[in-house]
């Protein structure tokens, strides 16, 4: 526990420092759609916090596959699932999503195909790098 632990808080670090690159997308993305020109400051620095925190539990969270007793199947949903919760839960205090039905169901849909799409890409290098292990043996 202690090594997931450290693990963890190691991955978030590094993960941390992708927070305000998701915001200036977030931002981006809010003045394509609104037409705005300046945030208060306070939104501002609560938007950069959510942003460090998000990343860092995202980031994280990878940890759950170095522990060798869990299968790669239930760490694959462990990790799907407190990512999932950890962007909505900040999505949702920040007001980057409503809480109506509509705008959870497409954050879901979207997620769910992100995280295979993302996963799909690993499946195919990890695949790749073995074959090429493989033919040198």
């Known amino acids: 526990m202690k090594r997931f632990v450290k693990d963890f808080i190691s991955r978030g670090l590094i ?10 997308i977030i931002y981006y993305g809010f003045q ?12 501002v620095n609560i938007n950069i916090l959510s942003t460090l925190f998000m990343a860092f539990v995202a980031g994280g969270i ?9 299968p790669l199947g239930i760490a694959t949903l462990i990790d ?5 919760l950890d962007y909505l839960f900040f999505y949702l205090i920040n007001g980057w999503i409503l809480v ?9 849909i979207i997620y769910i195909i992100g995280y295979i799409i993302i996963w799909l890409i690993i499946y195919k290098k990890v695949k ?6 493989n033919q040198k043996l």
């Open 15 to 24: 993960a941390a420092g992708f927070g305000p690159l998701i915001l200036v």
């Open 32 to 43: 394509l759609t609104e037409n705005v020109t300046s945030r208060p400051m306070t939104e």
């Open 62 to 70: 990878g940890a759950v596959f170095k522990v060798e007793k869990i």
């Open 80 to 84: 799907a699932i407190v990512i999932y």
């Open 100 to 108: 109506k039905a509509t705008p959870l169901f497409i954050f879901t």
């Open 128 to 133: 790749s790098q073995v074959k090429k292990i």
